[in-house]
T-cell receptor
Framework: RKEVEQDPGPFNVPEGATVAFNCTYS??????FFWYRQDCRKEPKLLMS???SGNEDGRFTAQLNRACQYISLLIRDSKLSDSATYLC??????????FGAGTRLTVKP | NAGVTQTPKFRVLKTGQSMTLLCAQD?????MYWYRQDPGMGLRLIHY???????AKGEVPDGYNVSRLKKQNFLLGLESAAPSQTSVYFC???????????FGAGSRLTVL
């Protein structure tokens, strides 16, 4: 079983739609949580960190559920430019960051 | 401000050849990492370094060696390349462990 699991998608949504991604992790000692965005043939870039109380950045909202060991990302009012692969990242000690395989999103006009 | 720079961007090797990937960062980060990314697998950690002169194994270290002689540079070596090492390699750095990573643009390696 992978340590960090994501639905690979693809998610195909129209512009303006709301879309949600989930990610589950297996190590209960995980300490830090992030969502990264990766465009085709580019490097991953930080989208947002995920905090225990949940956090929002514009159209993006991240939630953490430690009891069920999952994190989520909600994108409201999807834009064409949101099309990318979204990577769930979990850190469980100071030097180990585990990545999910990514969820691909395509926003269509 | 260049951030994290990887060279080369592309390379084709024959089985058994050796090569070195260079990663350089100008952010004065202590931590540096080498990952490989394969379809459907996500990024997997090969080796990492928590400071100049120190290196440690990650999740998939076999077939690779690394060196961190200077704080700003982290080298990844393949002594005898195998087709299973065909992948996209990403270098990353961070100010501290388990924290926000800044990635290089990637190096696409094909081993024939």
């Amino acid at each position: 079983r992978k340590e960090v699991e994501q639905d690979p998608g693809p998610f195909n949504v129209p512009e303006g739609a709301t879309v949600a991604f989930n990610c589950t992790y297996s190590n209960s000692a995980s300490q830090s949580f992030f969502w990264y965005r990766q465009d085709c043939r580019k490097e991953p870039k930080l989208l947002m960190s995920v905090y225990s109380s949940g956090n929002e950045d514009g159209r993006f909202t991240a939630q953490l559920n430690r009891a069920c060991q999952y994190i989520s990302l909600l994108i409201r009012d999807s834009k064409l430019s949101d099309s990318a692969t979204y990577l769930c990242v979990v850190g469980y000690n100071n030097n180990d960051m585990r990545f999910g395989a990514g969820t691909r999103l395509t926003v269509k006009p | 401000n260049a951030g994290v720079t990887q060279t080369p961007k592309f390379r084709v090797l024959k089985t058994g050849q050796s090569m070195t990937l260079l990663c350089a960062q100008d952010m004065n980060h202590e931590y540096m990492y080498w990952y490989r990314q394969d379809p459907g697998m996500g990024l997997r950690l090969i080796h990492y370094s928590v400071g100049e002169g120190t290196t440690a194994k990650g999740e998939v270290p076999d077939g690779y060696n690394v060196s961190r002689l200077k704080k700003q540079n982290f080298l990844l070596g393949l002594e005898s390349a195998a087709p299973s090492q065909t992948s996209v390699y990403f270098c990353a750095s961070s100010y501290s462990g388990a924290n926000v990573l800044t990635f290089g643009a990637g190096s696409r390696l094909t081993v024939l």
